[in-house]
Structures are given as C-alpha cells and as structure tokens.
C-alpha cells in the first residue's frame, strides 16, 4: 500500500521535511517512489506538487495524518483534519485523569453538603453551649496582655 508521509531532511536542530510517496512500511528516509514537495515547519512554508498529490490519491494511496492536516489547511484537498494521536497513548490517559478528578470533586461537594446540612440544623442543646464557650474564651485572651505588660515593666527596674 503506498502512503503520502513526511521525511526528515536536514540539520539536526533545523529539521526541513520532504514530502514523499512510497510503500507503508518502507522507511521514509529510504528510497521513496516519487518526491512530491518539501515543508518548512519553521516558516511554515510548504511547496508540493498538487497535481501529483491529487494523481497518487486517486490511484488508492493513504496519507499519514501530519500530511493530511497539512493539505487541509493549505486547501490541497478537501476534507477533515485528522487526530494525530494514536488510540490508546496519552490522550486516553489524560481522559481518565480527568474522570478521576471530577469523581473526587463530586465526592467533596456531597462531603461538604452533609457537614452544611447538619451544621444548618443543630439541636436546641448544642446552640447555648456554643455561646457560653465564646464567652469563656474572650477574658482569657484579655487578662494574657497584662501580664506580659507587668513583666516587662519589672526588668527595666532591676
């Protein structure tokens, strides 16, 4: 089966592709059947040869999904973008990532639901002895400042 792909020509770091057509399981950067252009990711400049590309189409050969979005985009041929991803790699795992948590976020909204309600709602007993705490608690925070005020003034008389 032939396919329309991408090989890489260039420098390591400046990567310049060739659009070639050859047999699926050859390596791209082998002998290929016919060069039909190049692309330039970094100018995103793209030279291709429609006419054979539109040949090579009719005659039943498949393009990988980088040079199907490709020719989309610069409306080389009509159609839909494709999903670069292969089926079950991170996209998949992304997706069950994102379950996960909206599971949890559920759980700690229900969580939190139960406490509110039965905040919302105390019995008659429970609502005095709350306030008689309160009370309690404000003279003590009041009566600590003043010994610490008397402490100080007792060492500079020293």
């Known amino acids: 089966m032939l396919t329309i792909k991408l090989a890489k ?12 057509i050859s047999e699926k399981a050859r390596d791209p950067y082998g002998k ?9 990711p970094y100018s995103k400049e793209l030279k291709v040869k429609a006419d054979r590309v539109k040949y090579w189409i009719s005659k039943g050969s498949t393009m990988t999904a980088s ?10 041929i009509e159609g839909k ?13 992304k997706a ?11 759980e700690a909204k229900k969580a939190t639901e139960e406490t509110k309600a039965t905040a919302e709602t105390p019995t008659t007993e429970e609502a005095p002895a709350k306030e008689v ?6 003279p003590i925070t ?17």
């Open 81 to 93: 973008k494709a999903k670069n991803s292969k089926p079950g790699t991170p996209n998949k795992r």
């Open 133 to 138: 705490t309160a009370t309690e608690e404000t």
């Open 67 to 76: 040079i199907n979005n490709l020719f989309v985009d610069n409306k080389i």
């Open 9 to 20: 020509v260039g420098k390591t770091n400046k990567k310049v592709f060739r659009i070639v």
């Open 32 to 40: 290929a059947l016919e060069i039909l252009g190049s692309y330039n």
């Open 96 to 106: 069950e990532k994102v379950e996960k948590t909206k599971q949890k976020e559920e």
């Open 142 to 158: 009041e009566e600590t400042p003043a010994e610490e005020v008397t402490a100080t003034e007792e060492t500079p008389a020293k």
